[in-house]
């Protein structure tokens, strides 16, 4: 009788394992254009993942309504593996809460394969305020309350909520100007039309280093390591723990089995040594974790990031 | 949205109502010389060059519908045979370069440029 | 320092490694459907295996070779290979059409590496002080400039403007379909995820120009098929004499189209445009443009190539991208430790000589491989109509394909390919609904952005100089022939 059992549970793990193997070139999807922080380690990424996964990776842009293209080409794509989504947390546990009617659900349409990193968001300061420390600038702002204006990546990104947030716990009073991705706007931060600008600090930690802008805060619980002399918005007395993580996700559907293989493989290209001290200098933090650990992970930041949006009054349509 | 007094019907709304004003334009200088409502093109008359133009549409046709279940080669062969047929090549003439045709874009395109034409019923041959 | 670069580049793998990829640009940029972009986009996994200067050399001559090459087709067959090409593609027809196709291609080949050679130039010299100048652009200059740059299509339609801009407008409605605009809205999507992802330039551009014109030529099966071809001789045979010729606008080709790739998010296509339109405004003989006149090409051709090199100046000096191409680069650079930026002037100068070296060796190339590529172009298309033809749609069908992967692009091909094929029977010309395309959502993005900064109020848009500079020269357009017009009917009275 046992025999028969383990033959039947044999039989049943058969397909499991023949399974495990992808035979197409894989699309990693994301949600911006070329060049930008989310561009740049998905093409690491891709590149340290083909060899393991012995087919192709290629990257494709998807640009628009702030991942939600990429979102939905990814979650109508075939559920076998061969299209993956690489994006921050921000449009799956974040931007949901600040819309009343959305078009996806990240736990009921996509899957979750692996976190890669963590990240938070650093406040950028141009030339325009001639400020040097988060202080300075908001003395500038009570004296020059017409230009009171700060640059994000997009409507709904994670630099969005931190100014408005900002603007709530501060007291603030500081409009919002959206551009489509950070490249965009560091032109008019670095040329004095916009005062501020709040995004990833990958977008403006090169030009931190070399003094061109100045990063005065971040919006994490702790400071980053790419950037150790730099205070939390926390420090300075502005209570606030905003931050994401890039995760990958697969379409709902896809076989556990392949889910586990692309999740372990990823695991082991974020763990290489060489890669973390690339993701450190562009200001992430690796934090690898398999599909079980992620899934759970966005299930509770789903659920924790609602009353700080609504807190926020974080509302977008 | 705050601040905005432009919505997202702003830019569509102003670009209708520029087309509106032309077409009112392009109508009344129209009506100025007398002329059919709706004309077909000389050509529509004669079979050849009817037969041409309508299977080059009905080919696209069925290259869109029929491309993912079919596979790219069996797609490309069938329709590049009839389009050579259509256009006045012979029977052999037409065989032949559709088959090269498809297998080298094929492999050009999968191969160098990585761009994941479908398999279709040769899935499992899949390299 | 300059012999440590002159030996990084003249290494015999680096030289391989640049034929290689003028080749694969010259491939890439003369399928209709394939743009520089996505040649530059797919060199970046093979060049994560190779050391900085290979890898940037294979991406500068690659983009080179393909912003040229996209002209073989657009000349040859009315077949835009790039979208910098759709700017003067009827007129290089028209030229075709009349036995000068060698002439056309020759000019394009000659004054692309000129325009190409001015803007490595003034990369070289200049890239500091432009970038610094650029930096001052913000959204109000941006409008003003894509204004200017959509007005210009009034003199891109010859025979009936009012057509024109019928068709410009059609081109922006497109454009204003998708999510992409700046409220996030979903417009024109009817609940489709495809339609939400926006209506993409490639394969309309494919449609409209390629697909019609197949559809024409078919139409016309009955009638014999001449390619009025000249001679393949040689290709630089009247070249001097065309320099001389027109030597000021290949200088006002070159300066405009380093401007405008200087100008972040800027590029070659938007050059090319509005070369070709200045090309006819301050031309001699504006009257023979439309009818297969090399002024226009010998202009927009040498503008789209130095636009390329004008978009390294921001990408190297501040690490922001002066179009795709370099936003891509920027991602190269970074990984192989060039940070861009001014540190990189200083920590990494010998590479910086060798990426210049590159650019120059890169557009001296350009010359006998675009004479070989232009020949074999030739040739093939000597094979029969009734083979050729089906081929040719077979390549548009997977170019429509390629760009996002999805059969989408085909079936917006053939969609716009038939609407095409009515407005150009009806005298509606196609290259300004282009245009449209390529401008409509930055127009839309900076009028908006700069709405705000201005708070609703239009008259902001004049307050700093050099919007009000662009803006007195986007009106002296509009205005200038409804004035001169106006005069003519004044005088003629009398």
Same mark, same amino acid.
């Given at each position: 009788? &046992?025999?028969?059992?383990?033959?039947?549970?044999?039989?049943?793990?058969?397909?499991?394992?023949?399974?495990?193997?992808?035979?197409?070139?894989? %699309?990693?999807?994301?949600?911006?254009?070329?060049?930008?922080?989310?561009?740049?380690?998905?093409?690491?990424?891709?590149?340290?993942?083909?060899?393991?996964?012995?087919?192709?990776?290629?990257?494709?842009?998807?640009?628009?309504?702030?991942?939600?293209?990429?979102?939905?080409?990814? %979650?109508?794509?075939?559920?076998?593996?061969?299209?993956?989504?690489?994006?921050?947390?921000?449009?799956?546990?974040?931007?949901?809460?600040?819309?009343?009617?959305?078009?996806?659900?990240?736990?009921?349409?996509?899957?979750?394969?692996?976190?890669?990193?963590?990240?938070?968001?650093?406040?950028?300061?141009?030339?325009?305020?001639?400020?040097?420390?988060?202080?300075?600038?908001?003395?500038?702002?009570?004296?020059?309350?017409?230009?009171?204006?700060?640059?994000?990546? @997009?409507?709904?990104?994670?630099?969005?909520?931190?100014?408005?947030?900002?603007?709530?716990?501060?007291?603030?009073?500081?409009?919002?100007?959206?551009?489509? @991705?950070?490249?965009?706007?560091?032109?008019?931060?670095? @040329? @004095?039309?916009?005062?501020?600008?709040?995004?990833?600090?990958?977008?403006?930690?090169?030009?931190?280093?070399?003094?061109?802008?100045?990063?005065?805060?971040?919006?994490?619980?702790?400071?980053?390591?790419?950037?150790?002399?730099?205070?939390?918005?926390?420090?300075?007395?502005?209570?606030?723990?905003?931050?994401?993580?890039?995760?990958?996700?697969?379409?709902?559907?896809?076989?556990?089995?392949?889910?586990?293989?692309?999740?372990?493989?990823?695991?082991?290209?974020?763990?290489?040594?060489?890669?973390?001290?690339?993701?450190?200098?562009?200001? &992430?933090?690796?934090?690898?974790?398999?599909?079980?650990?992620?899934?759970?992970? &966005?299930?509770?930041?789903?659920? %924790?990031?609602?009353?700080?949006?609504?807190?926020?009054?974080?509302? &977008?349509? | 949205?705050?601040?905005?007094?432009?919505?997202?019907?702003?830019? *569509?709304?102003?670009?209708?109502?520029?087309?509106?004003?032309?077409?009112?334009?392009?109508?009344?200088?129209?009506?100025?010389? *007398?002329?059919?409502?709706?004309?077909?093109?000389?050509?529509?008359?004669?079979?050849? *060059?009817?037969?041409?133009?309508?299977?080059?549409?009905?080919? =696209?046709?069925?290259?869109?519908?029929?491309?993912?279940?079919?596979?790219?080669?069996? #797609?490309?062969?069938? =329709?590049? #045979?009839?389009?050579?047929?259509?256009?006045?090549?012979?029977?052999?003439?037409?065989?032949?370069?559709?088959?090269?045709? #498809?297998?080298?874009?094929? =492999?050009?395109?999968?191969?160098? =440029?990585?761009?994941?034409?479908?398999?279709?019923?040769?899935?499992?041959?899949?390299? | 320092?300059?012999?440590?670069?002159?030996?990084?580049?003249?290494?015999?793998?680096?030289?391989?490694?640049?034929?290689?990829?003028?080749?694969?640009?010259?491939?890439?940029?003369?399928?209709?459907?394939?743009?520089?972009?996505?040649? $530059?986009?797919?060199?970046?996994?093979?060049?994560?295996?190779?050391?900085?200067?290979?890898?940037?050399?294979?991406?500068? $001559?690659?983009?080179?070779?393909?912003?040229?090459?996209?002209?073989?087709?657009?000349?040859?067959?009315?077949?835009?290979?790039?979208?910098?090409?759709?700017?003067?593609?009827?007129?290089?027809?028209?030229?075709?059409?009349?036995?000068?196709?060698?002439?056309?291609?020759?000019?394009?080949?000659?004054?692309?590496?000129?325009?190409?050679?001015?803007?490595?130039?003034?990369?070289?010299?200049?890239?500091?002080?432009?970038?610094?100048?650029?930096?001052?652009?913000?959204?109000?200059?941006?409008?003003?400039?894509?204004?200017?740059?959509?007005?210009?299509?009034?003199?891109? +339609?010859?025979?009936?403007?009012?057509?024109?801009?019928?068709?410009?407008?059609?081109?922006?409605?497109?454009?204003?379909?998708?999510?992409?605009?700046? +409220?996030?809205?979903?417009?024109?999507?009817?609940?489709?995820?495809?339609?939400?992802?926006?209506?993409?330039?490639?394969?309309?551009?494919?449609?409209?120009?390629?697909?019609?014109?197949?559809?024409?030529?078919?139409?016309?099966?009955?009638?014999?098929?001449?390619?009025?071809?000249?001679?393949?001789?040689?290709?630089?045979?009247?070249?001097?004499?065309? $320099?001389?010729?027109?030597?000021?606008?290949?200088?006002?080709?070159?300066?405009?189209?380093?401007?405008?790739?200087?100008?972040?998010?800027?590029?070659?296509?938007?050059?090319?445009?509005?070369?070709? +339109?200045?090309?006819?405004?301050?031309?001699?003989?504006?009257?023979?443009?439309? $009818? !297969?006149?090399?002024?226009?090409?010998?202009?927009?051709?040498?503008?789209?190539?130095? +636009?390329?090199? !004008?978009?390294?100046?921001?990408?190297?000096?501040?690490?922001?991208?002066?179009?795709?191409?370099?936003?891509?680069?920027?991602?190269?650079?970074?990984?192989?430790?060039?940070?861009?930026?001014?540190?990189?002037?200083?920590?990494?100068?010998?590479?910086?000589?060798?990426?210049?070296?590159?650019?120059?060796?890169?557009?001296?190339?350009?010359?006998?491989?675009?004479?070989?590529?232009?020949?074999?172009?030739?040739?093939?298309?000597?094979?029969?109509?009734?083979?050729?033809?089906?081929?040719?749609?077979?390549?548009?069908?997977?170019?429509?394909?390629?760009?996002?992967?999805?059969?989408?692009?085909?079936?917006?091909?053939?969609?716009?390919?038939?609407?095409?094929?009515?407005?150009?029977?009806?005298?509606?010309?196609?290259?300004?609904?282009?245009?449209?395309?390529?401008?409509?959502?930055?127009?839309?993005?900076?009028?908006?952005?700069?709405?705000?900064?201005?708070?609703?109020?239009?008259?902001?848009?004049?307050?700093?100089?050099?919007?009000?500079?662009?803006?007195?020269?986007?009106?002296?357009?509009?205005?200038?022939?409804?004035?001169?017009?106006?005069?003519?009917?004044?005088?003629?009275?009398?």
């Amino acid at each position: 009788m &046992l025999r028969l059992a383990i033959l039947v549970i044999a039989f049943a793990a058969l397909p499991a394992v023949a399974q495990e193997k992808i035979g197409k070139p894989v %699309r990693l999807v994301i949600g911006f254009a070329p060049g930008g922080s989310v561009d740049l380690v998905a093409r690491i990424v891709a590149e340290r993942l083909a060899p393991r996964l012995g087919q192709p990776v290629l990257v494709e842009n998807r640009p628009g309504g702030f991942v939600r293209v990429a979102i939905d080409a990814v %979650r109508s794509a075939a559920p076998d593996g061969t299209t993956l989504l690489l994006t921050s947390s921000t449009p799956l546990v974040v931007t949901p809460h600040a819309y009343a009617k959305m078009p996806y659900d990240a736990q009921r349409d996509l899957v979750s394969v692996a976190r890669l990193v963590n990240g938070q968001q650093g406040f950028a300061l141009g030339p325009m305020s001639g400020a040097r420390s988060w202080p300075e600038y908001v003395a500038w702002l009570k004296a020059n309350p017409d230009k009171a204006f700060f640059a994000s990546s @997009g409507v709904g990104s994670m630099g969005h909520l931190v100014g408005v947030v900002l603007a709530n716990t501060s007291g603030l009073r500081i409009e919002h100007v959206a551009y489509k @991705g950070s490249g965009q706007y560091n032109a008019e931060l670095l @040329g @004095g039309q916009v005062s501020a600008g709040i995004s990833g600090i990958a977008d403006a930690s090169e030009f931190h280093r070399t003094g061109k802008l100045r990063i005065v805060a971040t919006s994490g619980a702790e400071r980053s390591r790419a950037l150790p002399d730099v205070p939390t918005f926390k420090e300075l007395g502005v209570p606030m723990d905003l931050s994401l993580w890039y995760g990958v996700f697969a379409p709902a559907g896809t076989p556990s089995a392949i889910v586990e293989l692309l999740g372990r493989e990823l695991v082991a290209v974020v763990g290489a040594p060489d890669l973390t001290e690339r993701f450190i200098n562009l200001g &992430l933090d690796p934090a690898a974790a398999g599909p079980k650990a992620t899934a759970e992970t &966005l299930a509770s930041d789903y659920a %924790r990031w609602r009353p700080i949006v609504q807190q926020a009054g974080f509302k &977008l349509d | 949205m705050p601040g905005q007094r432009f919505g997202p019907a702003w830019f *569509p709304g102003s670009i209708a109502a520029g087309l509106a004003v032309c077409g009112l334009l392009l109508i009344v200088s129209g009506l100025r010389r *007398p002329s059919p409502w709706l004309a077909w093109p000389d050509w529509a008359s004669r079979r050849r *060059p009817l037969l041409g133009v309508g299977s080059v549409i009905a080919g =696209l046709l069925f290259y869109i519908l029929a491309a993912d279940a079919l596979g790219f080669h069996i #797609t490309g062969i069938v =329709l590049l #045979t009839l389009w050579m047929r259509i256009l006045g090549a012979s029977w052999r003439m037409a065989a032949i370069a559709a088959v090269v045709a #498809t297998v080298a874009i094929h =492999l050009s395109f999968y191969k160098m =440029l990585r761009i994941p034409l479908p398999w279709g019923l040769f899935e499992q041959y899949a390299f | 320092m300059l012999f440590e670069a002159l030996a990084l580049v003249f290494d015999p793998y680096v030289l391989w490694v640049i034929l290689a990829s003028a080749a694969f640009g010259l491939f890439v940029g003369a399928v209709p459907g394939l743009t520089a972009t996505m040649a $530059t986009a797919l060199l970046v996994p093979v060049t994560f295996f190779m050391e900085p200067v290979p890898a940037i050399a294979s991406i500068v $001559t690659a983009t080179a070779m393909a912003i040229f090459a996209g002209d073989i087709p657009s000349c040859l067959l009315r077949m835009p290979g790039t979208p910098a090409s759709a700017a003067y593609t009827d007129e290089a027809y028209a030229m075709t059409k009349k036995g000068q196709g060698e002439l056309a291609l020759g000019a394009g080949l000659v004054f692309s590496v000129i325009g190409g050679l001015f803007g490595t130039a003034v990369l070289i010299m200049a890239a500091p002080a432009l970038a610094e100048v650029a930096l001052k652009f913000s959204s109000f200059e941006y409008f003003w400039l894509v204004t200017l740059g959509l007005l210009c299509a009034v003199f891109i +339609a010859f025979a009936n403007p009012l057509k024109g801009i019928v068709s410009l407008l059609l081109g922006l409605l497109i454009a204003s379909v998708g999510l992409d605009n700046p +409220a996030g809205f979903p417009r024109f999507t009817f609940g489709n995820a495809e339609l939400a992802g926006g209506l993409t330039l490639i394969p309309i551009m494919i449609g409209m120009f390629a697909v019609s014109e197949i559809i024409r030529s078919v139409s016309r099966i009955d009638a014999p098929w001449e390619m009025a071809q000249a001679q393949i001789g040689n290709v630089f045979r009247g070249m001097w004499g065309l $320099t001389k010729r027109y030597k000021l606008p290949v200088l006002r080709g070159s300066v405009l189209g380093t401007a405008i790739g200087v100008l972040p998010g800027a590029g070659a296509d938007i050059a090319a445009w509005m070369s070709y +339109a200045l090309s006819k405004k301050f031309s001699k003989e504006p009257e023979k443009f439309g $009818t !297969g006149h090399v002024e226009g090409i010998i202009e927009a051709g040498a503008s789209n190539n130095s +636009a390329l090199a !004008g978009a390294w100046v921001p990408a190297l000096v501040f690490g922001i991208p002066g179009d795709s191409i370099t936003a891509i680069v920027i991602g190269v650079l970074y990984i192989k430790g060039l940070n861009p930026g001014p540190s990189i002037f200083m920590e990494n100068a010998v590479a910086i000589y060798a990426i210049f070296m590159v650019f120059i060796l890169a557009n001296l190339l350009m010359l006998p491989l675009g004479i070989a590529a232009i020949k074999s172009a030739k040739q093939l298309l000597r094979a029969p109509r009734d083979v050729l033809m089906p081929v040719i749609l077979l390549f548009c069908i997977v170019g429509s394909f390629a760009i996002n992967n999805s059969i989408f692009g085909v079936v917006l091909m053939l969609v716009f390919g038939v609407i095409a094929y009515l407005m150009e029977e009806n005298g509606f010309p196609v290259a300004p609904a282009i245009l449209g395309m390529v401008l409509g959502a930055m127009l839309e993005e900076h009028f908006i952005r700069a709405m705000i900064r201005a708070d609703g109020n239009f008259l902001v848009f004049f307050e700093r100089p050099i919007a009000a500079g662009l803006a007195i020269a986007a009106s002296a357009i509009v205005f200038w022939p409804v004035g001169a017009w106006l005069w003519r009917r004044s005088r003629s009275v009398y």
